[in-house]
């Protein structure tokens, strides 16, 4: 078994086709299939079945599965150490969403790599709402997300504290406010942040418990786009305080809620038995800021 056999096997367990996974690879299906084959005889066990949305791994090939997207980041890992170690520049990715951008710019994120010119940081920014998880399993090292649930086989740790708060323009009813209970506003029209599918915001979860549906006009992915329209429409936006804060718009008035609803920044590595000295300096890094 070697581990260009076991990316064979993971894109094939990911495309749910031979096909789709030669495509991927830029192989032949025939190539890949004969692969499969090979692994299969070796230990002695089928890894797949075609079921009804294509190849569906068996129980032998989950394991396989888990066992063997380990292997790849252990060997990432190896890679980047030996290459520390000889000298060579090492590169760190990362994973940031939008919202955590707004707590720590990305402009402080690249001063990682002054501080250790041997090691470079390569950011990538991604939306909240996006299924951030899969990114960060395919693509980085560590992460600076908003929330942390659907991240598997990995550590966090919260790095700042953020809470919901509203958003309105200075001419609207609740400008007077600092502070008000979500209660009162069930004859407010909102417009709040994109959510990945199948999941409520929380402020909408939270409207739910106090007996009302809150009356949703708008779902941005660009907090530009909300503030618009509070400053035209006299909408109330739904944003987080650190985001407001960054932005700091004159225009606008930023009002808390009594019930605190946490919007949260978390530092996310992978659940090693060791951990890169380059995930290990950039986690120092960020607890310093």
Known sequence: ???????????????KSVTAAAKELYITPQ????????????????????????????????LLHARAKHIRY?????????????GRKGVLNLIVTYSATAYFPVDFLYQF???????????????????????FQDEADVGLVMG?????????????????????????KLANRDEISIHELTDESFVLKTTAKGHDHIFVEECLN?????????????????????EINNFVAVSVDFVEESLQNPQLKIVKLKEKLPQNIY?????????SEAVSLFQHYIKNF
Do not use: W
Request: charged letters at 30%; glycine letters at 6%; a negative charge.
């Open 148 to 172: 942390h649930n659907d991240f598997e086989n990995c550590e966090h740790e919260q790095v700042t504290y953020g809470e919901v708060v509203l958003v309105v323009n200075k001419q609207h």
């Open 74 to 86: 252990l060997m990432k890992d190896i890679k980047k150490e030996i290459s520390v170690i000889s």
């Open 210 to 230: 106090q007996g009302f549906t809150p009356n949703i006009v708008h779902e941005f992915g660009n907090i530009i786009s909300a503030h618009r329209l509070v």
């Open 31 to 62: 190539g890949v299939s004969k692969t499969i084959k090979q692994l299969e005889l070796e230990l002695e066990a089928e890894l797949f079945f075609r079921g009804p949305r294509g190849m569906e791994a068996t129980e032998a090939g989950e």
């Open 113 to 135: 790599s002054q501080a250790h010119n041997d090691i470079q940081i390569k950011i990538r920014e991604v939306p909240d709402e996006s299924p951030t998880g899969k990114v």
């Open 1 to 15: 078994m070697n581990t260009e056999a076991l990316e064979y096997f993971i894109k094939v367990y990911e495309e």
């Open 267 to 275: 530092l996310v590595t992978r659940k090693r038995g060791f951990q």
